[in-house]
């Protein structure tokens, strides 16, 4: 089981590697001199010259990546083109909001999910079931930023129970936090709730069919206790995949959402640095969602022993 | 993916390509499967929008009209004006041919591309190693970051766009390929035919290939629909198509200053959008429905 662990722990080494390495050469790799790119069409060949060493691109490749993990190694995710500062340094400020935003969606979505999937695959063929499926059909087909200001223009501007933009730091009392945050939270897990309750159906309808669910009703057990003890156990492995999975679409979701909502948070650093082509920090993003992406994801891996101890390593 | 799939597959292919002539037929094969008619039908206008934009309108969706700025819509304007006195329903109208450009360029790139890479990992155990752990260290970026950082290294452009989103695919076909290799090459009739001295590529093109069309299919229209929301996205961020460009990504992009006053600008473009992905992901389920029964009871 420790060696299972151990094992599963370092064999993230290599993807981490690959991706640092993805993230590094896209730089170099790209078409064209990224320099130029990078310092825009007014630029004189003196600040082309200037970013060109701020970025390291005048250097053997190898060399660079090579100090590039190195800094890594260290937590150094380099400093901005446009304000100097250290990237780690901009994301430390921005980290809240993005962070709040993600956990409150990750709550809100598996708490409705779960149970619409549950609901559709126990009343399969009913109207409840095709309700969800197309719901489901929907989450994947509208994109959360037309979600988002539908769902601003209703319940902000229309009827005014919301605020329409913004973000109160938690620190500033609960509710105030709150208030700013269930408008992009509902649109940003629209497909995530969509993802979820799709799986959930899918694997409810394959369990319920099994035998020992045709026991348990046999001898007289309860709908609720046989869909959410004995059937929702069984089906947790596939359905915890899908959620740590669709953790890469919460994360392209949210730098829109943020947008939409004029969150501060890593999405509008993101988009600032976009506008700014201030690349570093790109680089420095991308780095740190896809390094969580993959931990939760492990963690997730690890978690199955919990739901399933018929998993033993 | 098994044998049995392909037998289960063949006849539904039939049903769907066979020329419909009679009336009966048409409404035989709507009743059978209302998704494919239904997202079929949209994707249809959708496509026909886009080719005939020029004959929809006769005002330039670039044309400026500071005279006529954000004008609600109206019979003259249906879908208003924006901030620059551009035509709204002009400029959605020629959108509809960035999106589905787009949207058809990444499934076909990312399907051909993934279905080389999808081979030559099921083949070639030498390179499956490092092929997959690349792979997977490409599937760990988020697409739209991935796209993002992309984008953020080369110019603005349509072709650049349709690059950037075909990498940040490639992975999640190449990974489908290869799992249908694994399991076709355990097959008996596949063990038989190596056994026989049949040569690899006649293996590819006679076994593995025809496995593989339909899954393929089905992951080309998600391909498809999640492309045209990338580069909206990327568009409405500032990192896709350049803003001379009227695509739906862009449109809403400039409207979203004015969001609170002229909804419209954002709205109609939100609307094609989302009506455009709807309509593939429903072809994407109906094709996955008839093309392999099986996995359309599991999900």
Known sequence: MLAYIARRILSTIPVMLVVAFVVFSMLILSPGDPAAVIAGDQATPEDVERIRAALGLDRPFLVQFAEFLWRLVNFDLGTSIFTNLPVTH??????????????????????????????????????????VMVFAVLGFSVPVFVIGYLLAYIFALELDWLPVQGYTPIARGFWPFLENLILPTIALGSVYIALIARITRATMLEVLAQDYIRTAKAKGLGTRPILFLHALKNAAVPISTVVGIGIALLIGGAVVTESVFAIPGLGRLTVDAILRRDYPVIQGVVLLFSFV????????????????????? | MSADTAVAAAPAQVEIFAPEKRRGRIRTFIRRHPAIALGGALLFLM??????????????????????????????????????????????????????????AVAILASLLGLIIGLISGFIRVLDGVIMR??????????????????????????????????????????????????????????????????????IVRHILPNTLAPLTVQATYIC??????????????????????SW????AEGRALWQVAPYIVFFPALFLSLTVLSVNLLGDGLRDALDPRLAKRI
């Open chain 2, 134 to 203: 690349v792979m997977d260290g490409l599937m760990s970026i988020p697409p739209i970051l991935l796209a993002i950082a992309l984008m953020a290294a080369t110019r603005g452009s349509v072709q650049n766009v349709i690059i950037a989103i075909t990498i940040a695919e490639i992975p999640r076909v190449s990974r489908l390929v290869r799992s249908v290799v694994l399991s076709l090459r355990e097959q008996p009739y596949v063990e038989a035919a190596i056994a026989a001295g049949t040569t690899t590529p006649r293996i």
């Open chain 1, 293 to 313: 992406y993959v931990l939760v994801n492990l963690m997730i891996d690890l978690l199955y022993t919990v739901f399933d101890p018929r998993i033993r390593y």
């Open chain 2, 47 to 104: 496509v026909l929008a886009a080719v005939f934009a020029p004959l929809l309108s006769s005002i330039d969706p670039q044309a400026l009209a500071p005279a006529r700025r954000v004008r609600h819509p109206s019979a003259e304007y249906w879908f208003g004006t924006d901030m620059l006195g551009r035509d709204v329903y002009t400029r959605v109208i020629y959108g509809t041919r960035v999106s589905l450009i787009v949207g058809f």
């Open chain 1, 90 to 131: 901009m994301i430390a400020q921005r980290i809240e909001p993005t962070v709040s935003l993600m956990v409150l969606t990750i709550i809100f979505s598996v708490t409705i999910a779960v149970p619409m999937g549950v609901i559709a695959a126990w009343k399969a063929g009913s109207w409840i079931d095709r309700a």
């Open chain 2, 249 to 252: 990504g862009n449109i809403m």
């Open chain 2, 225 to 246: 629909a999640s492309a045209m929301i990338t580069e909206a996205i990327l568009s409405f961020i500032g990192a896709g198509t350049p803003p001379i460009i009227p």
